[in-house]
């Protein structure tokens, strides 16, 4: 029996959290410390997964661990990560480690940043959505997939109602709760009929993910539940028309949970649409591939336009976020091996670079006070290291050579080109929206004259918030400049999927 | 006749009508501030009682004991543990009650009702359910007009006096056509008598038409429901709390039995009935939740609606939805009761019961909010509570048996239920005090208190998550029903 290493990651926060709520609440550096000290360990964890993976014969399912749950019902603690998963549990470490630097707050009143009031409880919360989150990309069991999806989803109610932007976080926690939760539960209705078209067809009881991939479901089945299963996740993922929720929860969400949410969250819901809706129904999944792709299609452009035109800068990469998430159910509906793999790196590209633009955005309105794009300036000279860390973000974003962005996207506009390549021409007008919305930006935030009211009491980033910024942009220049540290392995992934396909 | 296994299937019943009685002796030597001990008594003893049972009266293969009057199995038995459990921690929460937690009759009454829960769980015969069900239901009538000054309660209990007396006559006449028709009482027995084939559709519809009223009362489902929201609102919070967990659990032991048993030849009739009680009394219950400003008011409609989501198993009419129906019970008796004893905390020492009541609790009391958290995520099916997997298991045996619609249904009113769960821990955690001076006013917990609600909390997440021993137990309650 090996280190169970997917456990340890999986409930290490969970065990964090209750940790945490047990300390005395006026402790409130110990909290942080312990909260920090967990998702260190969370993300060296994640980072040896990951290398491991990559070094080693990166084939199939690995780091594999099994335990009985309920066998009545066949239901199991059933672990794994292939090509597909590793990079995003390395994600979801990234961002976890980050969010806590971000959240850290100092009690200063002066600077007012990171995370004051209840500290305690917020780590503690947050925590649990990262254990959920963790536990989605590792499971292989639905059941247990649900379990931790359910999980993810209402933490963030009390985030973003406790601690998020007074002005809408009522109406933005219970839009995106109502809307995550409606999703979820179609999509289980979905996994409760394969479950028993899976008994009638085979006889076993079962919920493992890679036994229903042999269920043989018939194609009269597949065309049925296709859509509502992954539908139901992708509204996480924020596919159009199901996008509504997304922007306004990431305006009202404190600084480190827009992070998880964009970063993390929204990959949960295009990941657990792959892996469900594609990889377990896949006929369906040629069957209504020109209806995804038109959804995707219609989130990449009108994404980007309606990010052209925010001035609040927290919806812009509210926006640009469905724009992106666009790219990545883009790269699904091609069903291609191209087209898969460009949108297993963009999720990682993606979560990483919308990371960032929000720990940098929230660096900025902690400070300013105002997330206004015509109210601020300036920036550049006071925050010079927020500056750069948003610009390597905003260079991500267009897709830039030797960054991330240009490795995930541009397979992903080579794979839809082979299916369908007027959607590939429209959507790649979003590169240049993209392009201009984030340059105008750069330059009126950080570059325009600073204005007067902003002078003398806008100080610099602390060097938590360094640490945090660096870390988040290491990662998008190595897979830009090193695509062999990912892109392989992701491709291994794809070949999976592809196999299920029928290789097509 | 007294054989050791005759003993073994009543001994629980045996001890608690011990505990009774020592109560009953010992109470009038105590001196007035010495009776809130009556509580510590009988909680202790009931927890001594669920552990001798457990230990010495666990049923081996199903038996016929006393006559036929007593069925000696899982599901009585899982179902009696569960009963207990519920007794314990009401009486824990009933002792700081102002008014009825020095009174040795609370005490009493509330385990002459547990005996006849207990009874119905195990009742396979027609006199001895109805018995079983008068002995549980009379002292719940008293208990809900406890306080006798105050006007809410003594109409809580005469209120739910008049329902449920004609509910139980309803129920009788069943009872009497059942044995007139059957020719005999043995619930065993009426299954071979009272078939498609000697009984007409129509006399059968008529039947188990009387029979479901009375089990709908007991049950709360719409429309039997109207005396529920009064009856919890003003009867005593810690009775209220065990007349939507315990009380409601019992109706559900005996409609899995009368009907799995009695009435299989039936189920399609029967399943229609209960199939349309399920669709409405999830949506009436939940829809009228909505507008609720009282947290009583919405505890006692959200269990309206609870009723409906567990009867789906029943509909279902297999194993696995036997076995979710008793796995729901476990989950729901946990959590509802859980929320009735937070919201008994907080009104011992506010005198509040509005929701808007409810701001800045997570501030006052941090724990205490938290284990609200914990009771209202599991109300609204959110793991790792109990209520999640509870609902999976329902909604799984719906699927399974075709039901797609009433799961559609189900589904469609846990979206609903979210809302107005959530917006309870909106007060919770965002509102605040009118002067924002929450240390000022903290609501502290009384030793029984915390044990009740850290049991009960342990419990509610215990099921959400190690669900396999209690799925277990449930499942061997269901296969009696079946073999």
């Given at each position: 029996m090996n280190f169970p290493i997917l456990s340890v990651i999986t409930f290490l926060p969970f065990v964090a959290g209750v940790i945490i709520l047990m300390m005395p609440a006026t402790r409130k550096n110990e909290t942080r410390a312990v909260a920090l000290a967990a998702a260190t360990i969370d993300l060296l964890l994640s980072a040896w997964v990951y290398l491991q993976y990559l070094l080693?014969?990166?084939?199939?399912?690995?780091?594999l661990e099994q335990y009985n749950w309920l066998p009545q019902l066949g239901i199991t603690l059933f672990f794994g990560v292939d090509g597909m998963s590793a990079p995003l549990v390395l994600l979801t470490g990234i961002v976890m480690f980050t969010g806590v630097l971000i959240s850290w707050g100092n009690d200063d009143p002066q600077v007012m940043s990171g995370i004051q009031d209840r500290p305690r409880e917020f780590f503690a919360f947050l925590f649990l959505l990262a254990g959920g989150v963790f536990g989605v990309f590792v499971s292989l069991d639905l059941f247990m997939l649900f379990f931790f999806y359910e999980i993810a989803v209402f933490p963030m109610y009390l985030l973003i109602a406790i601690w998020g932007w007074v002005k809408t976080r009522e109406y933005a926690a219970m839009k995106l709760t109502l809307y995550l939760f409606i999703g979820s539960v179609v999509a289980l209705v979905g996994a409760l009929a394969m479950y028993w078209v899976q008994y009638q067809n085979t006889g076993v009881l079962s919920f493992n993910m890679l036994e229903m991939e042999k269920a043989g479901f018939s194609t009269a089945f597949q065309n049925i539940w296709f859509l509502p299963v992954f539908l139901g996740f992708a509204v996480l993922g924020g596919i159009w028309p199901f996008h509504n929720w997304s922007p306004d929860g990431h305006v009202a969400a404190p600084t480190a949970v827009s992070m998880f949410h964009a970063g993390v969250l929204m990959k949960l819901g295009a990941f657990a649409a792959l892996r469900v809706g594609v990889m377990l129904l896949p006929e369906g999944a040629k069957e209504w591939a020109w209806l995804i792709m038109l959804f995707a299609g219609v989130a990449v452009v009108y994404g980007a336009y309606i990010a052209f035109v925010q001035t609040d800068l927290k919806y812009m990469i509210g926006f640009s976020s469905v724009s992106h998430m666009g790219l990545v159910m883009l790269g699904i509906s091609t069903l291609n091996e191209t087209g898969l793999t460009g949108a297993g790196v963009q999720m990682f590209s993606h979560g990483v670079m919308t990371a960032l633009f929000f720990a940098v955005t929230g660096m900025i309105y902690d400070r300013a006070h105002t997330r206004m794009i015509p109210e601020l300036g300036g920036m550049a000279k006071i925050m010079p290291f927020a500056a750069i860390g948003f610009i390597i973000g905003g260079l991500v974003s267009m897709g830039m050579p030797g960054f991330s962005g240009f490795v995930a996207e541009f397979p992903i506009f080579m794979g839809v080109w082979r299916e369908q390549w007027l959607v590939a021409v429209i959507s790649s007008i979003s590169i240049v929206i993209t392009a201009a919305y984030i340059m105008m930006n750069i330059r009126k935030v950080f570059f325009s004259p600073l204005p007067e009211n902003l002078e003398g009491h806008v100080g610099d980033v602390t060097v938590l918030d360094k640490v945090a910024i660096v870390t988040l942009c290491l990662f998008m220049i190595a897979i830009g400049l090193f695509p062999s540290v990912m892109v392989p392995m992701v491709s291994t992934g794809v070949e999976n999927i592809m196999r299920l396909l029928g290789g097509a | 006749m007294f054989t050791p296994i005759t003993f073994a299937s009543i001994l629980p019943e045996i001890l608690i009508l011990a505990l009774g009685l020592l109560i009953l002796i010992f109470e009038p030597f105590w001196k007035e501030d010495q009776r809130r001990n009556a509580g510590w008594l009988t909680a202790g003893g009931l927890f001594v009682i669920l552990v001798v049972s457990l230990l010495f009266g666990r049923p081996g293969e199903p038996t016929s004991t006393l006559g036929g009057m007593i069925r000696f199995d899982w599901l009585g038995f899982f179902l009696k543990m569960l009963f207990i459990f519920a007794g314990a921690a009401t009486a824990l929460l009933l002792?700081?009650?102002?008014?009825?937690?020095?009174?040795g009759e609370a005490y009493l009454l509330l385990l002459a009702s547990l005996l006849g829960m207990n009874l119905m769980a195990v009742a396979s015969d027609l006199v001895m359910l109805y018995l079983a069900i008068e002995t549980a239901s009379i002292p719940l009538y008293i208990l809900s007009g406890?306080?006798?000054?105050?006007e809410r309660s003594t109409e809580a209990g005469f209120k739910y006096l008049l329902f449920g007396t004609v509910a139980s006559t309803v129920m009788l006449y069943g009872f009497s056509l059942v044995y007139g028709f059957s020719g005999t009482t043995d619930l065993y027995a009426i299954a071979n008598a009272f078939t498609s084939g000697n009984v007409s559709p129509l006399l059968g519809f008529g039947v188990l038409a009387l029979l479901i009223v009375g089990l709908g009362f007991k049950v709360s489902?719409?429309?039997?429901?109207?005396w529920a929201p009064d009856v919890y609102q003003g009867a005593p919070t810690p009775v209220a709390g065990y007349l939507s967990t315990a009380s409601k659990a019992a109706g559900f032991a005996v409609m899995l039995r009368l009907f799995f048993i009695a009435f299989p030849d039936f189920s399609g009739t029967w399943a229609m009935i209960l199939a349309a009680l399920a669709a409405i009394s999830m949506t009436v219950g939940n829809l009228l939740a909505l507008p609720q400003t009282n947290i009583k008011r919405l505890l006692a409609f959200s269990s309206i609606s609870h009723a409906g989501y567990a009867m789906i198993g029943v509909v279902a009419f297999n194993t696995l939805g036997a076995t979710s129906v008793v796995f729901y019970l476990a989950a729901y008796i946990a959590t509802n009761l859980l929320a009735f004893g937070i919201v008994m905390a907080f009104s011992r020492i506010t005198g509040l019961e509005e929701i808007t009541d409810y701001a800045g609790l997570s501030r006052r009391n941090p724990l205490l909010a938290l284990m609200m958290l914990a009771a209202f995520l599991s109300l609204a099916g959110m793991p790792p509570f109990g209520g999640f997997v509870a609902k999976v298991f329902v909604f799984a045996a719906g699927v399974q048996t075709g039901y797609i619609w009433l799961v559609v249904v189900g589904i469609l009113n846990s979206i609903i239920g979210v809302y107005y769960y959530l917006n309870v821990l909106k007060y919770v955690y965002l509102y605040r005090m009118p002067e924002q001076d929450e240390e000022q006013h903290p609501v502290p917990l009384t030793r029984p208190y915390t044990i009740a609600l850290v049991v009960l909390v342990l419990g509610v997440i215990l099921v959400g998550t190690v669900f396999a021993p209690f799925f277990g137990w449930s499942d061997a309650g269901a296969f009696v029903l079946f073999n």
């Amino acid at each position: 029996m090996n280190f169970p290493i997917l456990s340890v990651i999986t409930f290490l926060p969970f065990v964090a959290g209750v940790i945490i709520l047990m300390m005395p609440a006026t402790r409130k550096n110990e909290t942080r410390a312990v909260a920090l000290a967990a998702a260190t360990i969370d993300l060296l964890l994640s980072a040896w997964v990951y290398l491991q993976y990559l070094l080693g014969d990166m084939t199939g399912y690995q780091f594999l661990e099994q335990y009985n749950w309920l066998p009545q019902l066949g239901i199991t603690l059933f672990f794994g990560v292939d090509g597909m998963s590793a990079p995003l549990v390395l994600l979801t470490g990234i961002v976890m480690f980050t969010g806590v630097l971000i959240s850290w707050g100092n009690d200063d009143p002066q600077v007012m940043s990171g995370i004051q009031d209840r500290p305690r409880e917020f780590f503690a919360f947050l925590f649990l959505l990262a254990g959920g989150v963790f536990g989605v990309f590792v499971s292989l069991d639905l059941f247990m997939l649900f379990f931790f999806y359910e999980i993810a989803v209402f933490p963030m109610y009390l985030l973003i109602a406790i601690w998020g932007w007074v002005k809408t976080r009522e109406y933005a926690a219970m839009k995106l709760t109502l809307y995550l939760f409606i999703g979820s539960v179609v999509a289980l209705v979905g996994a409760l009929a394969m479950y028993w078209v899976q008994y009638q067809n085979t006889g076993v009881l079962s919920f493992n993910m890679l036994e229903m991939e042999k269920a043989g479901f018939s194609t009269a089945f597949q065309n049925i539940w296709f859509l509502p299963v992954f539908l139901g996740f992708a509204v996480l993922g924020g596919i159009w028309p199901f996008h509504n929720w997304s922007p306004d929860g990431h305006v009202a969400a404190p600084t480190a949970v827009s992070m998880f949410h964009a970063g993390v969250l929204m990959k949960l819901g295009a990941f657990a649409a792959l892996r469900v809706g594609v990889m377990l129904l896949p006929e369906g999944a040629k069957e209504w591939a020109w209806l995804i792709m038109l959804f995707a299609g219609v989130a990449v452009v009108y994404g980007a336009y309606i990010a052209f035109v925010q001035t609040d800068l927290k919806y812009m990469i509210g926006f640009s976020s469905v724009s992106h998430m666009g790219l990545v159910m883009l790269g699904i509906s091609t069903l291609n091996e191209t087209g898969l793999t460009g949108a297993g790196v963009q999720m990682f590209s993606h979560g990483v670079m919308t990371a960032l633009f929000f720990a940098v955005t929230g660096m900025i309105y902690d400070r300013a006070h105002t997330r206004m794009i015509p109210e601020l300036g300036g920036m550049a000279k006071i925050m010079p290291f927020a500056a750069i860390g948003f610009i390597i973000g905003g260079l991500v974003s267009m897709g830039m050579p030797g960054f991330s962005g240009f490795v995930a996207e541009f397979p992903i506009f080579m794979g839809v080109w082979r299916e369908q390549w007027l959607v590939a021409v429209i959507s790649s007008i979003s590169i240049v929206i993209t392009a201009a919305y984030i340059m105008m930006n750069i330059r009126k935030v950080f570059f325009s004259p600073l204005p007067e009211n902003l002078e003398g009491h806008v100080g610099d980033v602390t060097v938590l918030d360094k640490v945090a910024i660096v870390t988040l942009c290491l990662f998008m220049i190595a897979i830009g400049l090193f695509p062999s540290v990912m892109v392989p392995m992701v491709s291994t992934g794809v070949e999976n999927i592809m196999r299920l396909l029928g290789g097509a | 006749m007294f054989t050791p296994i005759t003993f073994a299937s009543i001994l629980p019943e045996i001890l608690i009508l011990a505990l009774g009685l020592l109560i009953l002796i010992f109470e009038p030597f105590w001196k007035e501030d010495q009776r809130r001990n009556a509580g510590w008594l009988t909680a202790g003893g009931l927890f001594v009682i669920l552990v001798v049972s457990l230990l010495f009266g666990r049923p081996g293969e199903p038996t016929s004991t006393l006559g036929g009057m007593i069925r000696f199995d899982w599901l009585g038995f899982f179902l009696k543990m569960l009963f207990i459990f519920a007794g314990a921690a009401t009486a824990l929460l009933l002792m700081d009650h102002e008014k009825a937690g020095r009174r040795g009759e609370a005490y009493l009454l509330l385990l002459a009702s547990l005996l006849g829960m207990n009874l119905m769980a195990v009742a396979s015969d027609l006199v001895m359910l109805y018995l079983a069900i008068e002995t549980a239901s009379i002292p719940l009538y008293i208990l809900s007009g406890f306080l006798l000054t105050d006007e809410r309660s003594t109409e809580a209990g005469f209120k739910y006096l008049l329902f449920g007396t004609v509910a139980s006559t309803v129920m009788l006449y069943g009872f009497s056509l059942v044995y007139g028709f059957s020719g005999t009482t043995d619930l065993y027995a009426i299954a071979n008598a009272f078939t498609s084939g000697n009984v007409s559709p129509l006399l059968g519809f008529g039947v188990l038409a009387l029979l479901i009223v009375g089990l709908g009362f007991k049950v709360s489902v719409v429309p039997f429901h109207f005396w529920a929201p009064d009856v919890y609102q003003g009867a005593p919070t810690p009775v209220a709390g065990y007349l939507s967990t315990a009380s409601k659990a019992a109706g559900f032991a005996v409609m899995l039995r009368l009907f799995f048993i009695a009435f299989p030849d039936f189920s399609g009739t029967w399943a229609m009935i209960l199939a349309a009680l399920a669709a409405i009394s999830m949506t009436v219950g939940n829809l009228l939740a909505l507008p609720q400003t009282n947290i009583k008011r919405l505890l006692a409609f959200s269990s309206i609606s609870h009723a409906g989501y567990a009867m789906i198993g029943v509909v279902a009419f297999n194993t696995l939805g036997a076995t979710s129906v008793v796995f729901y019970l476990a989950a729901y008796i946990a959590t509802n009761l859980l929320a009735f004893g937070i919201v008994m905390a907080f009104s011992r020492i506010t005198g509040l019961e509005e929701i808007t009541d409810y701001a800045g609790l997570s501030r006052r009391n941090p724990l205490l909010a938290l284990m609200m958290l914990a009771a209202f995520l599991s109300l609204a099916g959110m793991p790792p509570f109990g209520g999640f997997v509870a609902k999976v298991f329902v909604f799984a045996a719906g699927v399974q048996t075709g039901y797609i619609w009433l799961v559609v249904v189900g589904i469609l009113n846990s979206i609903i239920g979210v809302y107005y769960y959530l917006n309870v821990l909106k007060y919770v955690y965002l509102y605040r005090m009118p002067e924002q001076d929450e240390e000022q006013h903290p609501v502290p917990l009384t030793r029984p208190y915390t044990i009740a609600l850290v049991v009960l909390v342990l419990g509610v997440i215990l099921v959400g998550t190690v669900f396999a021993p209690f799925f277990g137990w449930s499942d061997a309650g269901a296969f009696v029903l079946f073999n």
